[in-house]
């Protein structure tokens, strides 16, 4: 080894990345999640890794850097370059093996971008100069620029998900792990985002393995692809497999004749901002969702998608305007699914509310049988893959029977059999006459199941149409 390094990208070619037979099954579990993994890739790689939602993706890339690598029976070996990745030290580890979550808000640790930017340059004891440079270079590559000063919990998903990954990268690391990069970037961040990251695998020659439910939007950066299933991994032969646009096995069905009509929710000259001092978020906004209705908001990242949800939902206060609704039960799945988990497992994490609500263990188990969540039953709801705890939030959620849902990226992490449960499951609330709403990046589930379409933009909604309507002849956001 050199210095804090464990491999100098000036060297040959070689094996950056070998696992070979590792098994982990999780605290209490009887089936292990992992089965006899193994792989080797070389240097300047990029990978591909896909399979079903709970398919163990994210446990296996935790297991690369055991900084974060979950409590459970390992057996197994992981090496970077060579050299056991437990046997490096903290320094080695975060120069050589980098590591985007899933979630950005499970890795940002700061109040402000900037200093989240150069929170590890810092703990690696960096000379100011370097660090200066390395962060000014980082920012513009990703153009972090204009939002550097801002602080980090007033950053939409998606920025938070650039800063997430900027952050890791201006450490340099020769090896980056990224767990569904692009599940809340809008379609055009996305592919600056992909470019951005092909860049720096070609040209930099990062080795990069991702995790993700969308091969189809990065098939074409990747040399290779393997897929989990059973907690087994084999290498997919034809790549072009992963080529195919994804199709919801349930198409959407217009808004049955009979529904019952009406506005479920009104929302009038809605003013938002912050702080006193901030820009606004939502300026003179109106929206109307009708009864019997799944509504889709679009729009780029920062937006104010997400605010504008809160505010339907009334978590947050507008500073001018109003939100009516007629809905008896109002409920909101938050971006993060965890902030409404409160208890052990998941099984009682959806009788939490039974007492209240008035439903039973009956109730509760089918519905995680519904959502593919019946063998999870026993697990903690953080040691549930992201996808998984979408779905538990969601279940918890439905167990309201609410008339109005409030959606926040409901499919980010989701498989395409778990996206096709929730396309069913918001038919079935349409059809009984329930209003849905639902912020997202999703271009293919709201083109199959969105009743009606708004576009947010400078605080506002710039056009609302029928889904047919909106998605024909647009140039940009189209599925």
């Excluded at 660090?131 to 998903?157: N, P, V």
């Excluded at 189809?216 to 072009?240: F, K, N, Q, S």
């Excluded at 901002?273 to 978020?281: A, E, F, K, L």
Aim: aromatic share 6%; with cysteine.
């Amino acid at each position: 080894m050199t210095g804090d390094r464990v491999a100098d990208r000036t060297a040959p070619p070689s094996c950056a990345l070998s696992i070979k037979n590792l098994s982990f099954a999780y605290p209490g579990s009887d089936e292990p999640v992992l089965r006899d993994v193994s792989l080797e890739l070389e240097r300047g790689a990029f990978c591909l890794l896909v399979g079903d939602t709970g398919s163990g993706k994210s446990t296996l890339l935790s297991l690369i850097k055991p900084q974060i690598a979950p409590a459970g029976e390992r057996s197994g070996s992981v090496a970077v370059h060579g050299h056991p990745v437990e046997k490096l030290d903290d320094a080695q580890s975060a120069r050589t093996v980098g590591f985007v979550f899933q979630n950005p808000d499970n890795q940002i640790v700061c109040e402000s971008v900037w200093h989240e930017m150069a929170f590890g340059l810092e703990n690696l004891g960096t000379p100011p100069g370097e660090m200066r440079r390395l962060i000014a270079e980082t920012s513009y590559f990703f153009g972090i620029d204009d939002w550097f000063r801002r602080e980090t919990d007033t950053l939409s998903g998606g920025r938070k998900q650039l800063l997430a990954l900027a952050s890791t990268l201006v450490m340099q690391p020769d090896i980056l792990l990224l767990d569904e990069p692009t599940a809340q970037l809008d379609p055009i961040a996305e592919k600056n985002f992909l470019h951005a990251l092909f860049r720096v695998n070609r040209e930099l020659g990062c080795t990069v393995v991702v995790a993700t439910h969308r091969p189809h939007a990065m098939v074409d950066y990747a040399t290779c692809a393997y897929r989990l299933a059973a907690g087994r991994l084999e290498p997919v032969e034809d790549m072009d497999e992963l080529r195919a646009h994804p199709a919801l096995p349930l198409a959407s069905d217009p808004a049955p004749a009979d529904a019952p009509t009406g506005e479920t929710l009104t929302a009038s000259r809605v003013w938002l901002r912050y702080g006193r001092d901030d820009d606004w978020i939502l300026r003179g906004l109106d929206m109307v969702a009708r009864r019997g209705r799944i509504h889709a908001l679009v729009g780029g990242n920062g937006c104010g998608k997400s605010t504008l949800l809160s505010a339907l939902g009334g978590a947050l206060r507008l500073q001018r305007g109003s939100v009516r609704t007629d809905a008896a039960v109002t409920v909101l799945l938050p971006q993060d699914p965890r902030a409404l988990f409160t208890q052990e497992s998941a099984g009682e994490e959806l009788m939490a509310w039974s007492g209240r609500l008035g439903y039973g263990k009956k109730e509760a188990r089918a519905m995680l049988e519904r959502l593919g969540l019946g063998a999870c039953v026993a697990r903690h709801p953080y040691d549930l893959s992201g996808g998984q705890q979408q779905l538990l939030a969601l279940g918890k959620l439905l167990l309201a029977k609410p008339d109005l849902l409030l959606l926040d990226e409901p499919t980010k992490g989701l498989d395409q059999a778990a996206r096709a449960e929730v396309a069913r499951v918001l038919a079935g609330l349409r059809d009984r006459g329930a209003t849905a709403v639902m912020a997202t990046h999703d271009l293919d589930f709201v083109a199959q199941v969105a009743d009606d379409v708004s576009m947010m933009f400078d605080g506002q909604l710039a056009c609302t149409d029928t889904s047919e309507e909106f998605f024909r002849g647009n140039v940009y956001y189209r599925p």
